[in-house]
């Protein structure tokens, strides 16, 4: 899958990277190689030719924001996804309201999990099989971490996963 996403500021990645580490020594849960992001579309694909230049345009009428996060998530879908929670302030919610509609026709094969009234914005730290059978153990190792954090965003990015390739364009907007 495809998305269009957040990258988070590089003292997140890093305590991003730096949990994913641990949760690859200690578990063997890996993540496949991507960027700390907080995820706004997501879909099979996307008609690139005419999606960069909207991006471009966008991250030119937007102003950066800050996002907080409190805490720690669980969707307990068949296979699970243990996250950071992102409170949806206003800020990340007219940003999400405001790309979806844009990118959404560029897209081939969108999941339903993203659209405006049922995203549930968060970072992704874990999710698969595995996770299921060692999650108490998981928690106990994770439960030592702040996850109170306010995030500076100032860039939006079109990524492939597995991620081979990238394309960002930072915020210039008032």
């Known amino acids: 899958m495809d998305g269009i996403v957040l990258p988070l500021a590089e003292q997140h990645e890093v305590k991003v990277q730096t949990i994913w580490a641990e949760l690859a020594q200690g578990f063997d849960l890996h993540i496949q190689p991507t960027l700390a992001h907080v995820s706004l579309h997501v879909a099979e694909g996307y008609d690139a030719a005419a999606l ?23 969707f307990t879908v068949p296979e ?13 919610l007219n940003l999400h309201n405001s790309l979806w509609p844009l990118v959404e026709p560029l897209s081939r094969g969108s999941v339903s999990y993203y659209q405006p009234g049922g995203w549930v914005p968060h970072i992704t730290l874990a999710h698969g099989p595995r996770l299921r059978e060692c999650l108490p153990d998981v928690l106990r190792l994770l439960g030592h971490h702040d996850y109170n954090w306010n ?24």
């Open 80 to 92: 699970p996804v243990l996250y950071v929670t992102v409170t949806c302030g206003r800020g990340l």
């Open 151 to 174: 995030i500076p965003i100032s860039q939006v990015a079109a990524i492939n996963n597995p991620l081979t390739t990238h394309k960002t364009w930072s915020f210039q907007g008032v």
């Open 52 to 74: 960069y230049p909207l991006l471009a345009e966008y991250s030119r009428m937007t102003a950066p924001i800050t996002i907080q996060t409190t805490g720690l998530g669980l």
